[in-house]
């Protein structure tokens, strides 16, 4: 290993019990370990985060089981890559199989997932696919029905630290040099890069080369480390299953009334600087969750996030905070949503198609009308401002879409109107 190369890459682990985190995966007696120490490895999907150990993994499994371990990178393979990797089959390197190392699969097109399949099912390449996103959206499902799957999950801040002080020990020694690191200097490294071990390592590695050195010695403190991990707490990618997974947690923490978890997740949205979303889901929630529970909460929330956008980041983290808190602590109701739900289904089944002819915008009808007229009651002209008739459609005239929910506001409407309604 070259001593230029990535901190990260010269201390990568050499065996399973190296690695750290994944415990649901590499414990003793855990499938894939048993898997992997069975030495009859299948095809297999590695997904998760970035810097969490599927390379490293992988390439530990060539090693046990005695194959010739080949890396391609989805981004920048080419075909005459997977064609030179074929050849190799008919030489040396292929006596006892080749296991293939594929990071970043969902970036290989179509074709170039199919080009694999022969091969794989023979037996003579072994796949490990890697991924950031979601295997069952993004890799072809002939390639998934003959792997399994097994998912990474980000490293706890407790195993995380375990890998930074063994940095720290390992640059002591490459270097010649005492590295005296302050607790709370290990710990914010570790949680700071979101569950990433490389990117903790790799920032152990800046923390040295940053900090001042007295002769045979460096410190490294709370204020070195917080200056060079600024942002790295936020793994965050829009386009990928965190933002998602993200998002989610926010809106059902709201609709779950703790507002502790929602003003979290709200937190970490606005720590990757994406007001826009926060802003929509509190909307949402606001008027899917709490809806007409607390009549007033859709005006309130939307000046709140008015407040937001107007004045920007990090500004706006203070009226959305108000208003997540709110949100969370009102009363629930999702009959307007359950409502306008059954309402769509019927539209969708062609159900609810045309009109009571006396609510049509025509005050004339065809000679085919066996019935002239609209007839149309004007609610003003009857006491209490009602009067029965028809306004459904004939197809589901008898159809109940709306029900209220009960909270105080929805009963309070029912009861007025169950009284005017059933005197009749």
């Known amino acids: 290993m070259k001593v230029n190369s990535p901190l990260a890459d010269r201390l990568r682990p050499q065996s399973i019990d190296d690695i750290v985190g994944q415990h649901h995966l590499l414990d003793e007696g855990r499938p894939l370990r048993n898997i992997i120490e069975s030495k009859q490895i299948p095809n297999m999907v590695f997904y998760g985060p970035s810097g969490v150990g599927k390379t490293t993994l992988a390439s530990i499994i060539a090693k046990q089981t005695n194959r010739s371990f080949r890396k391609l990178n989805g981004t920048t393979a ?5 064609k030179e990797l074929f050849s190799e089959l008919e030489g040396f390197s292929g006596i006892n199989g080749i296991l293939l190392y594929l990071d970043e699969i969902q970036y290989f097109n179509k074709k170039q997932q199919q080009t694999l399949l022969e091969y794989i099912e023979n037996g003579s390449i072994t796949l490990i696919a890697s991924t950031t996103e979601n295997p069952y959206f993004y890799v072809y499902s ?13 490293v706890e801040k ?22 005296n690191v302050e607790p709370e200097a290990a710990g914010h490294i570790a949680y700071a890069c979101g569950g990433d071990v490389r990117k903790s390592i790799n920032a152990v590695e800046l923390s040295v ?98 407040a937001a956008m107007m004045v920007g980041l990090p500004e706006a983290r203070i009226p959305l905070a108000d208003a997540v808190i709110l949100v969370a602590q009102s009363p629930k109701s999702n009959s307007a949503y359950t409502a306008i739900a059954r309402a769509m289904a019927d539209i969708e089944a062609g159900k609810a198609g045309g009109f009571p002819r006396q609510l ?13 007229g609209q007839f149309y009651l004007y609610p003003h002209d009857y006491p209490d401002h009602w009067v029965k008739q028809q306004y459904l ?15 105080k506001y929805e009963q309070a409407y029912k009861a007025y109107w169950d009284k005017i309604k059933n005197k009749k």
């Open 142 to 154: 002939a390639i998934l029905s003959r792997s399994t799957v097994f998912e990474f999950k980000p």
């Open 78 to 82: 080419s075909t005459a890559d997977i």
């Open 158 to 179: 407790e195993d995380v630290i375990r890998a930074v002080y063994r940095a720290y020990d390992y640059l002591s020694g490459e270097l010649g040099v005492e590295i």
């Open 209 to 306: 080369i940053a900090a001042k050195r007295y002769e045979k010695k460096i410190d490294i403190t709370l204020e070195d480390a917080a200056q060079l991990t600024q942002k790295s707490a936020v793994r965050y990618d829009r386009e990928g299953d965190e933002h998602y997974d993200l998002l989610s947690a926010f809106q059902k923490s709201m609709r779950g009334s703790d507002p502790d978890a929602a003003i979290l997740y709200l937190a970490r949205i606005l720590a990757a600087n994406d007001l826009p979303s926060a802003c929509r889901r509190l909307m949402v929630c606001a008027c899917e969750d709490v809806g007409l529970a607390n009549p007033q909460i859709i005006p309130i929330v939307k000046a709140a996030v008015d």
């Open 360 to 372: 049509q915008n025509k005050h004339y009808d065809g000679a085919d009308a066996k019935i002239k």
């Open 393 to 407: 459609p004939d197809g589901v005239k008898d159809a109940v879409y709306y029900e209220p929910g009960d909270n």
